[in-house]
């Protein structure tokens, strides 16, 4: 069943830790047993889900909304191809926990994490998104709709590549611009380099 929030309490969005590697997981363990939204079929265990919080926080932002301090869902960025010359794109990542959908709080996260990212000198921001050829129980287009919302584009798509619950499925690719493509690029700052700028000019901490 869908919650309310109660608009006299604030999603606020903070910065995740290791230490919420368990409610994080309970948020992702739903998506992998009952969705094709993500293409892991076996659920990560709270120590993998700390490992890779630990390891994204090393040079992207992990972020977490808590709503009556309960996380309501988290996003983040990763690399989006290992080579240095792409440095200045990422993939990224968001989960909202399923009793709290379409109330605001995915795009509430996607601003802070765009915001963090164009701190970093991040220019491209590009999205991975499971892709049904015909709408079922496990998979709709509302991934492709909340990002077409956040201003990515749809530009290019991958055609039977994942297979879950005994479906096969596409995958999308979108992305957003959010820097400019100039000569000299100054190098990306890691989520450290940024952190108190972060926390001073949009209170995320």
């Known amino acids: 069943m869908q919650k309310e929030i109660n608009k006299e309490s604030i999603v606020t969005i903070k910065i995740a830790t290791p230490d919420d590697a368990e409610e994080l997981q309970k948020i992702y363990k739903k998506y992998v047993k009952n969705t094709a939204i993500t293409f892991e ?3 990560p265990s709270v120590k993998e889900f700390r490992d ?3 390891n994204t ?3 992207y932002p992990y972020l977490k909304a808590v709503y009556n301090d309960k996380i309501i869902g988290y996003c983040y960025a990763s690399k989006f191809i290992t080579r240095a010359a792409c440095n200045w794109s990422v993939e990224t990542s968001i989960y909202v926990d399923e009793d709290y959908k379409q109330l ?3 795009s509430k996260l996607y601003d802070s994490l765009e915001k963090i990212l164009k701190e970093q000198n991040i220019t491209n921001l590009n ?4 892709y049904p050829k015909i709408e079922d129980e496990y998979l709709t287009k509302n991934s492709e709709n909340f990002h077409e919302h956040m201003g990515f584009k749809r530009v290019g798509e991958f055609h039977n590549c994942a297979y879950k619950f005994n479906n096969w499925y596409n995958m999308i690719y979108m992305e957003k611009i959010i820097g400019d493509h100039e000569n000299n690029k100054e190098p990306i700052k890691t989520f450290d380099e940024v952190r108190e700028i972060v926390k001073e000019k949009y209170n995320i901490y």
């Not at 999205?127 to 499971?130: D, L």
């Open 41 to 43: 079929v076996a659920v």
């Open 52 to 54: 890779r919080i630990t």
């Open 57 to 59: 926080l090393k040079t």
């Open 104 to 106: 605001g709080v995915g």
């Open 127 to 130: 999205a991975c998104i499971s």
